[in-house]
């Protein structure tokens, strides 16, 4: 199938790439760290990335089981820009988890997910999830009592944890922001962009894609 066989490729080597954020965080323009595990959903984790780089913001993709090609939930292979373990100790103005099932199993499982996720959340840093990831959030007992929203199926899982809203399609509590699944990752994408950003950045950005 193509998707199966489709890899999008970053040709950035993992060395510039480790530049590229101390010198991002050196002149003052922000940055991002976006968790690639194995079974991510994809179109989510394409659009954050899309967007939140046409907003000018600094994304680096970063394996969380190393520098290889992920496989994500539905069969497309990406290429992360680095490992995690390169760049867990490097600071960043947002991490940001994208979702699937078994992506978000993984994010849960990792230990060095969890200790980036409690030294981002304990510095008052962004830290984003959505779909299914804010379930990584509660396996690594992150912002327990914050207003959070995931995909539907999930809120059970969540509800007991966090202050759950049904009504919202993007959740901003805080230093938290959280949002519902798919449909829903433009949304996403641009209201941490207007966080990290701008509005009349992200107002640029939105007529330019012909939102």
Same mark, same amino acid.
């Not at 690639?36 to 967007?51: H, K, N, R, V």
């Given at each position: 199938f193509f998707c199966a066989s489709f890899i999008f490729v970053r040709t950035i080597t993992a060395n510039l790439i480790i530049n590229s954020v101390v010198a991002a965080v050196s002149s003052m323009s922000k940055t991002a !760290?976006?968790?690639?595990?194995? @079974?991510? %959903? %994809?179109? %989510? !984790?394409?659009?954050?990335?899309?967007?939140?780089a046409r907003s000018k913001v600094n994304v680096v993709i970063a394996g969380v089981s190393g520098k290889d090609v992920v496989l994500c939930? =539905?069969?497309?292979?990406?290429?992360?820009? /680095? *490992? !995690?373990?390169? /760049?867990?100790?490097? %600071?960043?103005?947002? /991490?940001? =988890?994208? @979702? @699937? /099932?078994? @992506?978000?199993?993984? =994010?849960s499982k990792s230990p060095i997910v969890g200790k980036l996720l409690q030294r981002q959340h304990g510095a008052n840093k962004i830290v984003a999830a959505m779909c299914a990831a804010p379930c990584a959030l509660k396996a690594h007992k992150i912002a327990?009592? &914050?207003?959070?929203? *995931? &995909?539907?199926?999930?809120?059970d899982q969540l509800a007991g944890d966090y202050e759950y809203q049904d009504s919202e399609i993007v959740v901003v509590d805080r230093n938290v922001v959280t949002s519902q699944g798919p449909a829903t990752a433009s949304e996403f994408a641009f209201k941490l962009a207007e966080i990290l950003v701008d509005k009349k950045t992200v107002a640029s950005v939105r007529k330019g894609m012909l939102f």
């Open positions: !760290l976006l968790l690639l595990a194995e @079974g991510a %959903e %994809e179109l %989510e !984790l394409i659009t954050i990335a899309d967007i939140l939930g =539905l069969g497309v292979k990406i290429q992360p820009d /680095v *490992s !995690l373990a390169d /760049v867990q100790d490097n %600071e960043f103005d947002a /991490v940001i =988890l994208p @979702g @699937g /099932v078994q @992506g978000t199993d993984n =994010l327990f009592g &914050y207003k959070i929203t *995931s &995909y539907p199926s999930m809120k």
